[in-house]
Each structure stands twice: as C-alpha cells, then as structure tokens.
C-alpha cells in the first residue's frame, strides 16, 4: 500500500481534544475522508471514520485489517499534521 497523498484541516477550538481532520489518498486511486486527529492523554491519535448505530455506538465504517498498516496510516497522518500545525504558527 502507498500512501499517495494526505491532505489535514485544523480545527482551531481550544477546548476540544479533536485537533484535525484528514483524507488520505491510496496508491492514486482510493480516498479515505474524515480521519480524525484527537489529542489524548498519552498524546495524538487518529480515530476512522465512523457512524453511529441504532443503539448509540460508534463503529468505524473504514479500519485497518491489521496493526502494522495502522500504524503506516497513523505515523504518515500524524507527520502531515505536525506539518500543519507549524505552517499554522
């Protein structure tokens, strides 16, 4: 999997925890919208786009099969918002 382009919105609100929003292009063809860029308590994270269900849950509607590609995604996103953040200061 290639990574082909991340694309991060600042969201400029002080008192939430979520800092961002990303789409993330696949290999030229795929887009994934909506990644979320939440600040926690042991630092950033990204969160997949979800929905609600008919019993108030949350589940993600696009996830990683495996740790490995999450952790691809999520360095890769989190490198592009460190970006943002300082061409934003």
Do not use: W
């Not at 099969?65 to 953040?85: C, H, V, Y």
């Amino acid at each position: 999997m290639k990574i082909s382009d991340i694309r991060v919105r600042i969201i400029k609100k002080d008192d939430s925890k979520l800092k961002a929003v990303a789409s993330m292009t696949i290999d030229d063809c795929f887009v994934v919208h909506d990644i979320k860029i939440v600040e926690g308590t042991q630092g950033y994270f990204i969160s997949m786009p979800s929905r609600k269900t008919m019993d108030g849950e949350y589940k993600d509607t696009v996830h990683p099969l495996n740790t490995e590609t999450r952790n691809q995604i999520e360095s890769a996103i989190l490198a592009e918002f460190e970006k943002a953040q300082k061409e934003e200061a």
